[in-house]
C-alpha cells in the first residue's frame, strides 16, 4: 500500500446520498481481471446527465469526492474503490460509509472520512469555489477560510497508511498464532477441517 | 462464577479469534471461503506476483454463477458451448484455471451442482452453523440462515483469506430484530424482511450484525431463513443470523460437504450451545409486529423504498429528512411514478424469478403454485425463471414445476445470477419495469434505466398473470 498522509486539492461537491456501488461502477464494467482502467466507467449514470458535478471543467482531476449518508452501499465490488482511484479520487467526504466500501477504501489507499451532515454541507459550499485539505496525521478537514473539523479514525488504518504498511505481510508475520488457533480448533472442533475430505467420501 | 451472557453472534466471534490487538482490531479465522468468477481474478493475481500460495485450500470452494449465461451450456452432443461474451468467458476462463493451480475444489459451470454461490454453499454443507464464512460478494449475509456469521468481502480481503485463512476485523455492535406475533395468510419471508427494511432503512445496520429473532424465525424454514439473512446488507447490516435448531440440522444432515457419523454429532452438540444466552445485551432492539407485515413491494431505488401491496406511491413532501426528499423525487423520475398511484396499478412488462435472494426450490413452488393453470398476461413482455442451482432445477423438474413456467409462458433456465444484476445477457431494457424477486432496485441494476420492483416469488408470478402488481391473496387457488 502507498504511504498517505495529506490530500489536498479541488472536490467534487456530489452531496448525494445512498450512493450506491451499482452507481459507482455498473456491473457490465466488472468483467475484468484487471484493476486498471474503471475510471472510465466510474459514476457513469450521473454522468450521463448534462451539468453533472464530475464534468464541471474545475473538478477534472480533483482528489476529493462530497457526498451524502451512507455511501458505497449495497454490493461488495472493490472495483468501485479502484474506479475512483483510477479517475484520481483519493477521499470521499460523507455523514456515513457502508461497512463494506470503507474497508475497500482503506485497501486501496482512499481516505473514508466521516463528518456530520452539518459539516458536510458546509464543505459542499465551500468545494464550489475552493479547495479542501484533509490532514490523515492530525485528524482535521480544513478549508481556506476558519473551518477545521475534526475526524476520527480508526487506529489501526491510520497507522497503516501513514506508514504504506501491507496488511497481508503483517498477518503473515503472526504465522505461529495463527497454527496455534488451527491446533487448538483442530482438537475442540475436529469437523470444521474435513469439508473436501467428506465431500470426496460421499462421492 | 457465571460468565457474562453472550449473544449468538460474541460466541461466534469468540470462538474465531486468533489474537486481539491493544487498538481493538482482531485477527479472525475464516472456516469457509467461497469464491466465485468476478471478485476473484485480482486477488489470485496478486498471489501470483508476491509468490504466496492459499494457505487452507480445503477451505474453500469455487463457483461461477455472476456473468454465466443462462441459457444452455451444452451443445446436444454434450459438448461445452463457449460463452459470447469475450471478457466473461476470459473471466470464467480466470476461475477454471485458478481454482486447480491453487488446489482449491472447483465446481465447474456444468457440473450438476452449479448454482449461485449462496445457493450452492448452504445446498452442499459446506456452510454449516456457527462457523466464519466469507466471500466476494454481499450476500454472504444469506448463510446466516444456516446459523453462520457471514458476511461479504471486497477483492483485498478475498486475497488476505486466500492467504491467511483470516482477517481482521474489528468486533461489530449487535442487533437484535425481534419478530412478534404470525405472519398472515399469503405473507412470506421475503415480505417480511421488505418490511423490515422499511423499518431500519439501508444505513440502519451499518456497524451492526442482526440477529433475527422470535418465533416467526423458529418456525420459517431454511430456505426462508436464508432469503430473510440473504438482504440483511440491504439494512446496512455486513451480517444477519438466525440461531441454529433442529430444522437447520436435519437440513444440512447428509449433505457433501458436511460432518458425518460422529463427527456430525459432536457439530450438533456445539451447535446446540451457540444460541444467545439468557439476559444477554443487544446494543440494539428492533421489534416487528408480524401481524402488520403485508404482501411488500419496492416502488423507488432503494430497498428501503417499500409499501405494502395495497398501498400507493408516496410523495416527496412525506419525508421529513430533506435529502430524502430529493433522493425520492429523483427515484420516482427515474421510476417513471406519481405520487399517489395505488401500487396495483403499476404496469410490468417483465418478470424475473430468481437471485440468491429467492430462487431455492421453495421459492419456485411458491409461484407454481400461483402459476398453474394460468398464463402470464398478453402485456408481459419477457418472464423468465432461473432456478438457484442446478439441483434446485433438478429437483424442481421432478416435481413438475418447469412445465408449470413454461406453460405460463416463462422461459425456464440454466442456473446464475441472471437479471438480478445485468453483468450476462439477462437484462432489462430501458424504462422498462420489471417485477424481480432479487434483492437490489438501485438505479441501472438490473439494465441501464430498466425499474425494478422487488417483491416475493408468489407476488412476481401474480404480477406475470394479470400484467401488473397484484396482490397475490386475491387470486383465487386454481
Known sequence: MKQVSTISGRAIPLGLKNVDTDVIIPAHWLKTVSREGLGKGAFETIRQAPGNPFDVEDFAGAPILIAGDNFGCGSSREHAAWAMLDMGLTAVIAPSFSDIFSGNAFKNGILAVELPQEQVDRLLEVAKDHPITIDLENQVVTTPFQDRFPFEVDPFRKHCLLNGLDEIGLTLERDAAIETHERVRADSLPWLDTPTRNRREHA | ?478
Open chain 2, 1 to 478: 462464577m457465571a460468565s457474562k451472557p453472550r449473544t449468538l453472534y460474541e460466541k461466534i466471534w469468540d470462538a474465531h479469534v486468533v489474537e486481539r490487538q491493544d487498538d481493538g482490531t482482531c485477527l479472525v479465522y475464516i472456516d469457509r471461503h467461497l469464491v466465485h468468477e468476478v471478485t476473484s481474478p485480482q486477488a489470485f493475481e496478486a498471489l501470483r506476483l508476491a509468490g504466496r500460495k492459499v494457505r487452507r485450500p480445503d477451505l474453500t470452494l469455487a463457483v461461477p454463477d455472476h456473468n454465466l449465461p443462462t441459457t444452455p451450456r451444452t451443445a446436444p452432443d454434450g459438448s461445452r458451448l463457449p460463452i459470447a461474451d469475450k471478457q466473461s468467458a476470459a473471466q470464467l476462463a480466470a476461475l477454471e484455471a485458478n481454482a486447480p493451480a491453487f488446489g482449491i475444489d472447483y465446481i465447474d459451470a456444468v457440473a450438476p451442482e452449479q448454482g449461485i454461490v449462496h445457493v450452492v454453499g448452504p445446498e452442499q454443507g459446506f456452510s454449516l452453523p456457527g462457523t466464519t464464512i466469507v466471500c466476494g460478494d454481499s450476500h454472504t449475509a444469506a448463510h446466516g440462515g444456516v446459523g453462520a456469521l457471514a458476511f461479504g468481502i471486497g477483492t483485498s480481503e478475498v486475497e488476505h483469506v486466500l492467504a491467511t485463512q483470516t482477517l481482521l476485523l474489528r468486533p461489530s455492535k449487535t442487533m437484535e430484530v425481534r419478530v412478534e406475533g404470525e405472519l398472515g395468510p399469503g405473507v412470506t419471508p421475503k415480505d417480511l424482511i421488505l418490511h423490515i427494511i422499511g423499518v431500519i432503512g439501508t444505513a440502519g445496520g451499518t456497524g451492526y450484525v442482526i440477529e433475527y429473532r422470535g418465533e416467526v424465525f423458529e418456525k420459517m424454514s431454511v430456505e426462508g431463513r436464508l432469503t430473510v439473512c440473504n438482504m440483511s446488507i440491504e439494512g446496512g447490516a455486513r451480517a444477519g443470523l438466525i440461531p441454529p435448531d433442529q430444522t437447520v440440522f436435519d437440513y444440512l444432515e447428509g449433505r457433501p460437504y458436511a460432518p458425518q457419523g460422529e463427527a456430525w454429532d459432536k457439530a450438533v452438540d456445539w451447535w446446540r450451545s451457540l444460541a444467545t444466552d439468557e439476559g444477554a445485551e443487544f446494543d440494539k432492539s428492533v421489534v416487528i409486529d408480524a401481524a402488520a407485515v403485508e404482501p411488500t413491494v419496492s416502488w423507488g431505488t432503494s430497498p428501503e423504498d417499500v409499501v405494502a401491496i395495497g398501498g400507493t406511491v408516496p410523495s416527496p413532501a412525506v419525508f421529513e429528512d430533506a435529502a430524502k426528499r430529493e433522493a425520492v423525487a429523483k427515484s420516482l423520475d427515474y421510476m417513471g411514478l406519481a405520487p399517489g398511484t395505488p401500487m396495483e396499478q403499476v404496469k410490468v412488462e417483465n418478470i424475473f424469478i430468481g437471485s440468491c435472494t429467492n430462487s431455492r426450490i421453495e421459492d419456485l413452488r411458491a409461484a407454481a403454485e400461483v402459476l398453474k393453470g394460468r398464463r402470464k398476461a398478453a402485456s408481459v413482455r419477457w418472464a423468465i425463471a432461473v432456478p438457484g442451482s442446478g439441483l434446485v432445477k433438478r429437483q424442481a423438474e421432478e416435481e413438475g414445476l418447469d412445465r408449470i413456467f413454461t406453460d405460463a409462458g416463462f422461459e425456464w433456465r440454466e442456473p446464475g445470477c441472471s437479471a438480478c444484476l445485468a453483468m450476462n445477457p439477462d437484462k432489462v431494457p430501458p424504462g422498462e419495469r420489471c417485477a424481480s424477486t432479487s434483492n437490489r432496485n438501485f438505479v441501472g441494476r438490473q439494465g441501464p434505466g430498466a425499474r425494478t420492483h422487488l417483491l416475493s416469488p408468489a407476488m412476481a408470478a401474480a404480477a406475470a398473470v394479470t400484467g401488473h402488481l397484484t396482490d397475490v391473496r386475491k387470486l383465487s387457488p386454481k
